[in-house]
């Protein structure tokens, strides 16, 4: 499950919207989901690709990311083939997943805290709100253009999705890790 993909690059206090493009070599989404009640199955899914339009100042911002679930990679060959299956991830059916977030929450400082938005998977979208872990930016001259990202989390329900083969031995609630960095367009 991806999430969605969840993320936001933000900017600090700024007089104008700063837009991030993902950077693909850190931007994934992970997910953990309880297996039997006795250990925990997890994978992840991207990178992920999209855009981050933030204006601090003024406390808005949108997130449009989208994943691709042919990517789902939890290590074990066969399972990965059983999640991609039509009572699950559907991936033949739906092979793209997508985060959209225009609610934005920023600390004092102009960083992002929480993202609310729709996550679309199997052609379901439900609510999702990520919230940050950490996050952080760089300044040129320590990279060549400015560079911010972190870790979110959240969670979903994947019967939300229709997607609640097994349930309850496993899990229904499917926790969402996001890695993510952005690099600002000049």
Request: charged share 25%; hydrophobic share 45%; proline share 5%.
């Amino acid at each position: 499950l991806a999430a969605a993909s969840m993320i936001a690059l933000a900017a600090t206090a700024a007089a104008a919207p700063a837009v991030f493009d993902l950077d693909p070599e850190h931007s994934f989404a992970h997910f953990e989901v309880l297996h039997f009640d006795t250990s925990t199955l997890r994978g992840r899914v991207g990178p992920v690709r999209g855009e981050v339009t933030l204006d601090a100042a003024a406390g808005r911002g949108r997130i449009a990311l989208g994943i691709d679930m042919r990517t789902l990679d939890t290590g074990l060959r066969l399972l990965d083939a059983r999640l991609r299956q039509s009572d699950l991830l559907d991936v033949g059916g739906h092979p793209e997943a997508w985060f959209v977030a225009e609610r934005l929450r920023f600390d004092a400082r102009g960083l992002p805290t929480e993202l609310t938005g729709e996550f679309t998977l199997r052609g379901t979208g439900v609510s999702l709100t990520l919230r940050a872990l950490r996050f952080a930016c760089l300044e040129p001259p320590a990279v060549p253009a400015r560079r911010c990202g972190g870790d979110f989390e959240g969670e979903v329900l994947r019967s939300a999705f229709g997607a609640g083969f097994g349930v309850p031995l496993v899990a229904d609630r499917v926790r969402l890790l996001v890695q993510a960095e952005g690099v600002q367009r000049p």
